[in-house]
């Protein structure tokens, strides 16, 4: 071999060495062209990868759905009574969205004056008004769907379920804001009669 | 017995090595800036349209982080609220205020405020929050005292050896469920026993957790 071949071949592999470890560097596995919840994207019109739903867009089971259940309506108004059955988990459930969701403004008690409301929000109506004592549980479940007064729609951020369990906990609220001793059951009575010595 | 390497090969010979030497120093420094700059911004700040302050909104006003970030127990990802949920307070609240005209011009005008992404993992990665949340694993585990930041930034590092710390010994960070929310929490001193007790609970599969598919799919 000539020094001159040598030294050439040498360089071209030293090139190719080069290219192919520098091909390397890219960040194309990094950022993959695949559209990211809530990213931009220059395939839809608007720039965005989540699209809303084209409008009037109903989920395939909720054909088979009383719609009564997505309103809260009933034949006479508003509906007066949960469209599931309500056990303790569907209240423990409750108090849990009612405590994300709505104490900031209602309150933690219904009484309307959460930390919003501190801030300068316009106070809501407390939950133990006469008026609302009467409201029967569909028509909290229409004021979180459709939203009332000055309070937004929840429905983008509760789901249909949630927003029945946060409906049925308030009802619960108000009946422990207004309870006498009669409306404990006895034996739950009993029990608070012998362990009320011990928590004192 | 004739030269196998012409004279000029000595030259050749001690430019390559210098040469090598510098391209692999190079290398490494290339390597090592992108590799601590763009994706590892540990506590820098991440400038955004708005100054919105989580210290302000979820710790003074002690707000749950679902409020706004409603996908998080139920999707992959945990979303940034949409322009609605700022103004269901901010339709009252501080209207007006210079540092929600980006909020008001978006509402108005009905196109999204483009946030800056905080956390961006490869996309060769697969990550599910509500996996992560439904299993216990809190919040500030990995996002830190979200409640006391003013601006946003990146915790931890979210290399692959940080996530493997955990997916190697999940009961070191585990919490009870109802405390995954709770910014305030401090794991308990008996945490290993809870901890193992909560894998067992919330069925943590720590035999696949470690394993390259479980996030490489």
Known sequence: ?200 | MPQAFPPNSNAFAKWLLIGGGVFFVLLITVMAFFARTSNNAVGVPVSQPVTFQHNLHAGQLGLDCRYCHTSVEVEASANIPPTETCMTCHSQIRVGDPALAAVQASWDNGTPIEWNRVHDLADYVYFNHSAHVNSGVGCSTCHGAVDEMGGMWKNESLTMGWCLECHRAPEEYLRPRSEVFNQDYVAPANQTELGLALVEAYHVNTEKLPQCSTCHR
């Open chain 1, 1 to 200: 071999m000539t020094p001159r071949r040598f030294k050439a071949r040498t360089l071209a592999f030293a090139a190719l060495a080069l290219t192919l470890v520098l091909s390397g560097c890219g960040r194309n596995m990094y950022d993959q062209p695949r559209a990211e919840a809530l990213e931009s994207s220059r395939f839809f019109a608007d720039g965005a990868a989540s699209q809303a739903l084209p409008e009037g867009v109903i989920s395939r089971e909720r054909g088979s759905i009383d719609p009564s259940y997505f309103s809260g309506m009933g034949d006479a108004g508003f509906a007066t009574e949960l469209p599931f059955e309500l056990t303790e988990e569907v209240l423990v459930r409750g108090q849990e969205r009612y405590n994300i969701y709505c104490s900031m403004c209602h309150n933690y008690d219904g009484s309307g004056g959460g930390v919003v409301v501190q801030k300068g929000f316009v106070p809501p109506a407390s939950f133990h008004e006469q008026r609302l004592l009467d409201s029967g549980v569909g028509y909290f479940y229409n004021a979180i769907t459709n939203g009332f007064g000055r309070m937004y729609s929840y429905a983008s951020r509760i789901p249909v379920e949630d927003r029945w369990a946060i409906a049925a906990y308030v009802k619960a609220m108000q009946l422990s804001q207004n309870a006498t001793v009669d409306d404990i059951p006895e034996e739950v009575l009993e029990n608070l009669r012998s362990t009320a010595g011990e928590v004192r």
